[in-house]
């Protein structure tokens, strides 16, 4: 599959072999033993491959991008592309539904153009500038969010661009997704600590490396009817609160 994506990337830019081997510092014979996948790429090509395409690593390695819509795809970071990213007849970005029953195959599949084409699509009005995701909402640790509701998220390209106390979604690699209020202690633990509006729920630390993907909360549709007794007070307290960030956002 490598091979095949370094030579489908290298004609999508109207490349030669002589023109990509120079480029990446290695010899046009050696690049044609990868493309003929005679040979697998050594982790340092692979990087110089991803920095040259603009592409991340795991899309090169294990994604088919023969199937994919070079027009389509979407730059976000240095070494990140996100893609598909599917628009309607009108040039508007959709939203690509994550289903509650494909959860786990989210955290095998982000990357993969194939599952991402694959996935259900709805339109929303006034959402602000960048990707967009839609992710199920699973436990009560986050209320008023009911599990069944979807958090549609916006793509954050790094993690210096947290927001601390803000809600946000995140892939990551032993828990998969996971909706929590996020607080950038990397500088000091190279982790993340992730807080849940439910108190019973403890804080936890993830590790920075252990992030795949980080999407920042933009707005949620609820699926099912509030209950009595999550109406109390530290729920409507942390709906105002969440309203107030919509709104200095707005505002901004």
């Known amino acids: 599959m490598v091979g095949r994506n370094i030579r489908y990337l290298r004609n999508l830019k109207n490349l030669s072999q002589d023109a990509l081997a120079t480029a990446l510092e290695i010899s046009r014979a050696r690049l044609v033993t990868y493309e003929n996948e005679r040979n697998e790429p050594s982790i340092d090509v692979l990087i110089s491959i991803s920095d040259y395409f603009v592409i991340s690593l795991d899309a090169l ?3 088919n991008l023969m199937k994919s819509n070079p027009g389509a795809m979407m730059k976000v970071g240095k070494n990140r592309t996100l893609f598909p990213v599917i ?5 508007r970005d959709l939203i690509e539904m994550i289903p509650e029953k494909a959860t786990a195959g989210y955290l095998r599949g982000y990357s993969d153009p194939e599952y991402i084409e694959n ?6 009005p006034f959402l602000p500038v960048g990707k967009h995701r839609a992710f199920p ?3 009560d640790s986050m ?7 979807f958090v549609i998220a916006r793509y954050v390209e790094s993690l210096e661009d947290i927001h601390d106390g803000n809600t ?3 892939l990551t690699r032993d828990d998969g997704i996971v909706y929590k209020r996020v607080y950038n202690d990397v500088k000091n633990n190279a982790a993340l600590m992730l807080h849940s509006d439910n108190k019973y729920y403890p804080p936890y630390a993830v590790k920075a490396e252990d992030v795949l993907e980080l999407w920042e909360y933009t707005c949620a549709i609820n699926t099912n009817p509030y209950k009595p007794e999550e ?5 409507i307290l942390s709906m105002m609160r969440d309203l107030k960030i919509e709104l200095e956002r707005v505002k901004k």
Do not use: H
């Not at 628009?87 to 040039?91: K, N, P, T, Y």
């Not at 109406?231 to 729920?235: F, K």
């Open 61 to 63: 390695i294990k994604g």
């Open 87 to 91: 628009i309607d007849a009108e040039g």
């Open 119 to 124: 996935l259900q699509r709805m339109q929303l």
């Open 137 to 139: 909402i699973k436990g």
């Open 143 to 149: 209320p008023p969010l009911n599990e069944g509701s």
């Open 168 to 170: 946000y979604v995140l």
């Open 231 to 235: 109406l109390n007070m530290d729920s």
